[in-house]
């Protein structure tokens, strides 16, 4: 089955620093990846996603390139804020009609002022 | 975005207990709902899938008869964990997908259960 390795926190940063989380992920198909953000107390919500080789998805300033050769979704952020510090997940789906999520473990961000 | 809500938020129950978890859409018909379970500093895990009317499918490994979920509208899905047992506490992590949210899974905020 699919399985995300997702690199494991805590992440501590000053604001404006510049973060990445790596992920990679083994999967049958074409798969579609995607980032979550979970803030405290809230339910997750996707964060952005990339659907085939080398899209690149992009939202609130983090960005994610599906790279198939190297079979990763590394996340990234060029300048984080206080409001940013969240768990983030990153999940793989099987394609197709399938949209069972398999997800990373999760990597809390604390960004500090 | 499309809005899904959990209730209760925690719980907490005797052992030999059955415990009902109910998953809400609230502002979308959801065809179909996801069940996870999340231990501390884990994953989320998949347990099964719902569809509106129709029986649950389990992921490999989840006790149907232990797990009991019901799917019986479009917006309501439920969880009941039956005869709890301490190692069935973990935090319980709703999705659904259907209708004006189209595939993409919108998640409740969970439901911490402890068992003593």
């Known amino acids: 089955g699919n399985s995300v390795t997702q690199m494991e926190g805590p992440v501590t940063l000053s604001e404006e620093a510049f973060l990445t989380i790596n992920c990679t992920y083994t999967?049958?198909?074409?798969?579609?990846l995607f980032w979550y953000v979970q803030y405290p107390g809230e339910g997750l919500q996707l964060l952005l996603k990339?659907?085939?080789?080398?899209d690149k998805g992009s939202n609130k300033g983090f960005e994610a390139t599906y790279r198939k050769e190297t079979t990763s979704f590394h996340l990234e952020k060029g300048s984080v804020q206080v409001s940013d510090s969240a768990v983030y997940f990153c999940?793989?789906?099987?394609?197709?009609?399938?949209?069972?999520?398999?997800f990373g473990k999760g990597t809390l961000l604390t960004v500090n002022p | 975005g499309a809005v899904v809500s959990q209730h209760p938020s925690w719980v907490i129950c005797k052992s030999g207990t059955s415990v009902k978890i109910e998953c809400r859409s609230l502002?979308?018909?959801?065809?179909?709902m996801f069940w996870y379970r999340q231990f501390p500093k884990q994953s989320l895990m998949l347990m099964a899938t719902?569809?509106?009317?129709?029986?649950?499918?389990?992921e490999q490994g989840v006790e149907k008869d232990k797990f009991l979920i019901n799917h019986a509208s479009l917006t309501l899905s439920t969880l009941t964990v039956t005869s709890a047992h301490p190692e069935d506490s973990s935090f319980y992590i709703c999705?659904?997908?259907?209708?004006?949210?189209?595939?993409?899974?919108?998640f409740g905020p969970g439901t911490r259960l402890t068992v003593l």
């Open positions: 999705s659904a997908s259907g209708g004006a949210a189209g595939n993409e899974q919108f």
């Open positions: 999967a049958t198909g074409y798969p579609s």
């Open positions: 990339a659907t085939k080789a080398d």
């Open positions: 999940a793989v789906n099987s394609g197709g009609s399938n949209y069972k999520l398999t």
């Open positions: 502002d979308f018909q959801a065809t179909t």
């Open positions: 719902s569809n509106e009317g129709s029986k649950a499918t389990y």
